[in-house]
């Protein structure tokens, strides 16, 4: 069965572009032309993955990331006209699971594509790049507790709504409590050797996981930044 893709962007020359290039790789395509649209269609065509512009009518890609981020768990791409840090930074920050800086390659955006649609059949299958485990084995750290049986993290005996690639940062660390562990070693070991994107989104997703599991946030005790070095975990 072919992946979807919904391409959300409103100049019209590019939107027919990409829609035809995705279709010729095999891809089911729908497309938006604003945010408003892209809600409603995203929720109707449930996409594996959305190529999602900043620059949008109505609704810009920063919010329809958001609306959309809250309901579904896809890849969301952000294509940004501005070579403009801030963009990528909240954009990444809001739930986007990778970043594009136009004019872009076709080559190279079907391969960011690819390695997203890739990463997220990897993340359904279980098939981790971390080392396995006893199906039963439960980790726990007071009154944090990870089941990887069930892939289900307790915070005072309450789940927690993790991502799947939360869970799999957040098991990585358990297993190397009191180490410090540098992005690049993080990227590699969770993310995969093939991910091509950089480590801030180690420092976003490290974000995500300290507001579910920490006390206060904005002081961690659990997931501790090392200056110069990276994360630790403490437990």
Known sequence: MADKILVVEDEITLQ???AYNLKQQGYEVETAGDGKAAIETARRFQPDLILLDIMLPILDGIEVCRILRQEMNMPILMLT?????????????IGADDYITKPFSMRELMARVKANLRRTRLDKEGAQALPAQPDNEIIRFNNLLLDLKRREVLLDEKPLTLKPKEFDLLLYLARHRGQALSRDMILEQVWGW??????????????WLREKIERDPAHPVRIVTVRGAGYRFEG
């Open 16 to 18: 027919e572009t990409l």
């Open 81 to 93: 006209a501005r070579d403009d840090e801030i963009d990528r930074v909240i954009g990444l920050e």
């Open 194 to 207: 093939e991910y091509t994107g950089n480590t801030r989104t180690v420092d976003v997703h490290m974000s």
